[in-house]
């Protein structure tokens, strides 16, 4: 599976109305430098020490909202 990955804070850049709220980025212990991946069906995971966990996902045009916002293609 491919994914992009970014921090906090770029991901609550992403974020829309009707996905996970920048608060409850908070509650499942994402901050501004915790280090989250998107796949490409959208899915949110965040790094823990060692695993990943999935706390979400985006929907509608995330994929060009992704791009734009990081710079980065899938990977």
Do not use: C, Y
């Not at 009707?18 to 409850?24: C, K, T």
């Not at 915790?34 to 999935?54: L, S, Y």
Request: net charge negative.
């Amino acid at each position: 599976m491919k994914f992009i990955e970014m921090t906090g804070a770029t991901l609550e850049q992403i974020i829309n109305d009707g996905e996970i709220h920048a608060s409850d980025l908070m509650a499942v212990g994402v901050e501004p430098a915790t280090i989250v991946r998107v796949n490409q069906h959208g899915d949110i995971e965040v790094r823990r020490p060692h695993r990943w966990d999935v706390i979400g996902g985006l929907l509608g045009n995330f994929d060009e909202r992704i791009r734009k916002t990081t710079g980065f293609d899938w990977a």
